[in-house]
């Protein structure tokens, strides 16, 4: 809470400290008859301090120094200890305050605070006892300010936790719809991952206590903290197994990986038994696996990272500023880096940093996603020499179209293409260039059409164009320039000047037509254009395709180059 306290700092009352454990026979007159003659430890109130809990807990003896005085005073320790701490003084019966305590008069967010009784200008001791406490002691700094003071500075930590607690439940919800959406369990995943990070936190800093209000975790938030710490790193594990595509960039890691995954959740189970051995047992594994856990995470990512995968360094950026975080606090515990109480703060807010980099990461993972299969579908509906519309996506989209205009009385044209003498053009100079050919009336084609119109390669040399919003007079304008433009490029088909055309038959949609049935006539009409001189455009007519479909069968035993 110090980030908030720095405006306020001249209202702070000055202390001095000193503390020891808890031993048999004490009474609070004795450690304050100690205090005074200089029997116990003395630390600086103002910087982290561990004290000891297990057994009967430690003593702390707080005094004001005499050179000022605050009216109203409280005295807050920061961060929140999770067990419970007593206040005795000479006016008032001993009072227990925790974290988790609903009914106190004077909460703390973050914190735990006490009103310190007045004794007119005597700067009285303060003594506080540390309860015992399965918990792990963090270290704690005091602070003895005024009241308006620590409202304050108690009012900005609540609206920065606030605020980065809502930024990770927030991204932690979209993921989960957007599991759901997509039906990719990548994005669970991390749901599952930042939820358990919250609860961490929220357990941590007292936030799901004051002021959520889950009184019903008083007793079991040890239970609960470190059962979301080892899921945390579960979910984090099956998490990067996927987003950084570990099977691809780093197959060797990912049975370690996923080994995580799974391993942390036994443990929690374990540790849920209630058997004795079972539960010191996990224990006594969870830390050694937490540490392992975090950096095989880190040296996955980092190795997925660097042999290409994107998103890896979504995670890198997110996780590290953590993981780090995570070792100072570790080191804190030890009694290092004592002047440093803006780590617990610190946490919160690249928890929430880490929140959204990830969610970039995941909305990056999709983009990509979506453009690989946009890449695979385009590859699957175009025709691989041409790349227009292949046989079986032309029609496909031709089908809709029909369906989307049926009952528009929007006009639709459907032009049926053929390559003239190009049996004769493969034979005699080859495969190659017939593709070539077929590569430069294609470009032609799809220069002359809209955008909008459907083009497609429909087999060999036949080409089929779908054209929308077209009479049939504008529809016969636009087969006559593909004629001319064909033509034009003066492809060669054998040594007597014989060059490339293009036959068009047109169908107008009537009503009641199909796609069959509308290829089916201007295929007629091409036919018309191919026994009546080839290299032009005709458009259907009943009574000159009944006649041209008489002729068609004696052409296709007689002349089978189209």
Same mark, same amino acid.
């Given at each position: 809470?110090?980030?908030?306290?720095?405006?306020?700092?001249?209202?702070?009352?000055?202390?001095?400290?000193?503390?020891?454990?808890?031993?048999?026979?004490?009474?609070?007159?004795?450690?304050?008859?100690?205090?005074?003659?200089?029997?116990?430890?003395?630390?600086?109130?103002?910087?982290?301090? &561990?004290?000891?809990?297990?057994?009967?807990?430690?003593?702390?003896?707080?005094?004001?120094?005499?050179?000022?005085?605050?009216?109203?005073?409280?005295?807050?320790? %920061?961060?929140?200890?999770?067990?419970?701490?007593?206040?005795?003084? +000479?006016?008032?019966?001993? &009072?227990? %305050?925790?974290?988790?305590?609903?009914?106190?008069?004077? !909460?703390? !967010?973050?914190?735990?605070?006490?009103?310190?009784?007045?004794?007119?200008?005597?700067? =009285?001791?303060? /003594?506080?006892?540390?309860?015992?406490?399965?918990?792990?002691?963090?270290?704690?700094?005091?602070?003895?300010?005024?009241?308006?003071?620590?409202?304050?500075?108690?009012?900005?930590?609540?609206?920065?936790?606030?605020?980065?607690?809502?930024?990770?439940?927030?991204?932690?919800?979209?993921?989960?719809?957007?599991?759901?959406?997509?039906?990719?369990?990548?994005?669970?995943? %991390?749901?599952?991952?930042?939820?358990?990070?919250?609860?961490?936190?929220?357990?941590?800093?007292?936030?799901?206590?004051?002021?959520?209000?889950? $009184?019903?975790?008083? @007793?079991?938030?040890?239970?609960?903290?470190?059962?979301?710490?080892?899921?945390?790193?579960?979910?984090?594990?099956?998490?990067?197994?996927?987003?950084?595509?570990?099977?691809?960039?780093?197959?060797?890691?990912?049975?370690?990986?996923?080994?995580?995954?799974?391993?942390?959740?036994?443990?929690?189970?374990?540790?849920?038994?209630?058997?004795?051995?079972?539960?010191?047992?996990?224990?006594?594994? #969870?830390?050694?696996?937490? #540490?392992?856990?975090? *950096?095989?995470?880190?040296?996955?990512?980092?190795?997925?990272?660097?042999?290409?995968?994107?998103?890896?360094?979504?995670?890198?950026?997110?996780?590290?500023?953590?993981?780090?975080?995570?070792?100072?606090?570790?080191?804190?515990? $030890?009694?290092?880096?004592?002047?440093?109480?803006?780590?617990?703060?610190?946490?919160?807010?690249? @928890?929430?940093?880490?929140?959204?980099?990830?969610?970039?990461?995941?909305?990056?993972?999709? /983009?990509?996603?979506?453009?690989?299969?946009?890449?695979?579908?385009?590859?699957?509906?175009?025709?691989?020499?041409?790349?227009?519309?292949?046989?079986?996506?032309?029609? +496909?989209?031709?089908?809709?179209?029909?369906? =989307? $205009?049926?009952?528009?009385?929007?006009? #639709?044209?459907?032009?049926? /293409?053929? *390559?003239?003498?190009?049996?004769?053009?493969?034979?005699?100079?080859?495969?190659?260039? @017939?593709?070539?050919?077929?590569?430069?009336?294609?470009?032609?084609?799809?220069?002359?059409?809209?955008?909008? =119109?459907?083009?497609?390669?429909?087999?060999?040399?036949?080409?089929?164009?779908?054209?929308?919003?077209?009479?049939?007079? !504008?529809?016969?304008?636009?087969?006559? &320039?593909?004629?001319?433009?064909?033509?034009?490029?003066?492809?060669?088909? =054998?040594?007597?000047?014989?060059?490339?055309?293009?036959?068009?038959?047109?169908?107008?949609?009537?009503? @009641?037509?199909?796609?069959?049935?509308?290829?089916?006539?201007?295929?007629?009409?091409?036919?018309?254009?191919?026994?009546?001189?080839?290299?032009?455009?005709?458009?259907? +007519?009943?009574?000159?395709?009944?006649?041209?479909? *008489?002729?068609?069968?004696?052409?296709?035993?007689?002349?089978?180059?189209?």
């Amino acid at each position: 809470m110090l980030w908030f306290s720095l405006v306020l700092a001249g209202t702070d009352l000055p202390l001095r400290g000193a503390w020891r454990e808890v031993t048999q026979g004490d009474t609070p007159a004795s450690v304050i008859a100690a205090f005074r003659q200089g029997d116990l430890r003395a630390f600086v109130p103002s910087m982290l301090q &561990r004290f000891p809990r297990d057994d009967r807990g430690s003593w702390v003896v707080l005094q004001p120094l005499p050179n000022g005085r605050i009216e109203d005073p409280v005295l807050s320790i %920061y961060p929140a200890p999770l067990g419970s701490v007593t206040l005795y003084s +000479e006016d008032a019966p001993p &009072r227990s %305050y925790a974290v988790n305590d609903q009914d106190a008069s004077l !909460h703390g !967010h973050g914190s735990l605070a006490f009103h310190v009784p007045v004794n007119g200008d005597r700067a =009285d001791p303060i /003594l506080l006892k540390f309860e015992p406490s399965n918990s792990l002691a963090a270290p704690e700094r005091f602070t003895l300010q005024s009241m308006d003071a620590f409202l304050q500075a108690d009012s900005n930590w609540l609206t920065f936790a606030t605020a980065c607690f809502a930024i990770m439940v927030a991204m932690a919800l979209m993921a989960f719809c957007f599991a759901i959406m997509l039906r990719d369990v990548t994005f669970a995943w %991390y749901t599952g991952y930042m939820l358990c990070y919250v609860i961490v936190q929220g357990i941590q800093t007292g936030y799901l206590f004051q002021p959520l209000g889950m $009184t019903w975790l008083a @007793g079991s938030e040890v239970l609960f903290g470190s059962s979301a710490v080892a899921l945390s790193v579960s979910f984090a594990a099956l998490f990067v197994n996927r987003f950084c595509d570990i099977q691809r960039y780093a197959p060797a890691l990912r049975v370690p990986i996923v080994a995580l995954g799974f391993a942390m959740p036994l443990i929690v189970l374990l540790r849920c038994t209630g058997v004795h051995e079972l539960v010191v047992m996990a224990q006594t594994l #969870i830390n050694p696996v937490l #540490i392992l856990g975090a *950096l095989l995470l880190l040296l996955v990512a980092l190795v997925a990272g660097v042999r290409g995968s994107r998103q890896a360094w979504f995670f890198l950026v997110g996780w590290t500023p953590l993981l780090v975080l995570t070792a100072m606090t570790s080191a804190q515990a $030890t009694g290092a880096l004592p002047s440093l109480d803006w780590l617990n703060d610190a946490s919160i807010a690249t @928890g929430a940093f880490e929140a959204v980099v990830l969610s970039l990461g995941l909305a990056d993972r999709a /983009l990509t996603m979506r453009h690989d299969r946009d890449s695979v579908r385009v590859l699957a509906d175009r025709d691989a020499l041409t790349n227009t519309f292949n046989r079986r996506a032309w029609t +496909e989209a031709a089908n809709r179209l029909l369906s =989307d $205009t049926a009952n528009t009385g929007r006009p #639709i044209a459907l032009l049926f /293409l053929d *390559l003239d003498h190009f049996k004769v053009l493969n034979d005699l100079q080859g495969h190659s260039a @017939g593709d070539r050919a077929l590569v430069a009336v294609a470009d032609v084609l799809t220069n002359e059409l809209r955008p909008t =119109d459907l083009l497609g390669r429909y087999g060999g040399e036949e080409f089929v164009a779908m054209l929308h919003d077209v009479n049939q007079e !504008h529809a016969m304008q636009v087969a006559t &320039r593909l004629c001319r433009r064909v033509h034009r490029l003066e492809i060669p088909v =054998d040594r007597a000047e014989l060059l490339l055309s293009v036959s068009i038959g047109l169908a107008m949609r009537s009503m @009641g037509d199909t796609l069959e049935s509308l290829i089916e006539r201007a295929d007629q009409a091409m036919y018309y254009v191919k026994l009546h001189g080839r290299n032009h455009v005709h458009a259907y +007519e009943r009574r000159a395709e009944i006649l041209c479909a *008489l002729q068609r069968n004696g052409h296709h035993k007689h002349n089978p180059d189209k």
